[in-house]
């Protein structure tokens, strides 16, 4: 079975700094990893996808993570963090269907992102 | 193209009742998945249907159930309904068939308050 732990419930940064989110995965196979974006009362937004291409993944807004299998870690960065980043942020991973996971979606609890001014 | 649609987009249900939810995927894409949100549980995935028939299933008692039509809308229903069912229920389509590198497309939810 797979799963993702996503290490910080909460994360503040002032405005104009670098934004790290952190998330561990555990997978028996090859995992496709995703980070999604949740802004209040709103749906949730695919911010990149990971597939066994490049390990350096970049995604919308200038946002990007690295796929680290050594470490089993996908963490989402971004070089300066803007106001309407603000957002809840969950990392995604997905059953193969080779396992008869078919599309399910196993979520992180999510990092609440605060940008301060 | 039109994005994921789901409506109602609110609905408050008196316990023991029971709802009906709706989704729309984008067009063209066949998978059509449901997901549970609540403060308590997070984001928990409650089943996926394929070319009308149900794929794979998440760890939900009997009393959710789905289906999925020939033009690939699917509806989720809830019977007897409990206060524990009180969630944002969302819908995600993808146009990947068996390849999970497909990324999925999430409506904007339906907010299910149950009293």
């Known amino acids: 079975a797979q799963s993702v732990t996503q290490l910080d419930s909460h994360v503040s940064v002032s405005e104009g700094t670098p934004v790290l989110l952190r998330c561990n995965y555990s997978s028996s196979y090859s995992p496709s990893l995703f980070w999604y974006v949740q802004h209040p009362n709103k749906g949730l937004q695919l911010l990149l996808k990971y597939t066994s291409a490049a390990t350096l993944v970049k995604g919308i807004n200038g946002f990007e993570a690295e796929f680290k299998k050594s470490e089993t870690s996908f963490h989402l960065t971004k070089p300066s963090a803007h106001m309407s980043d603000a957002a809840e942020y969950f990392c995604?991973?997905?059953?193969?269907?080779?396992?008869?996971?078919?599309?399910?979606?196993?979520f992180g609890t999510g990092t609440q992102l605060k940008v301060e001014l | 193209k039109a994005g994921v649609t789901q409506t109602p987009r609110y609905l408050i249900k008196t316990r023991g009742q029971q709802v009906t939810l709706s989704c729309s995927p984008i067009?063209?894409?066949?998978?059509v998945s449901w997901y549970q949100q609540t403060p308590g549980q997070g984001l928990q995935f409650l089943f996926e249907y394929f070319s009308e028939t149900q794929r794979n299933k998440g760890n939900f008692p009997g009393r959710f159930s789905g289906r999925q039509f020939s033009n690939s809308r699917s509806e989720m229903n809830v019977s007897t309904l409990e206060l524990g069912d009180s969630a944002l229920y969302l819908c995600?389509?993808?146009?990947?068939?068996?390849?999970?590198?497909?990324?999925?497309?999430f409506g904007p939810g339906t907010r299910l308050t149950v009293t």
């Open positions: 995600a389509s993808t146009n990947g068939d068996t390849s999970t590198h497909y990324e999925q497309y």
């Open positions: 995604v991973v997905s059953a193969d269907v080779l396992t008869g996971g078919g599309n399910k979606l196993t």
């Open positions: 067009s063209g894409h066949r998978s």
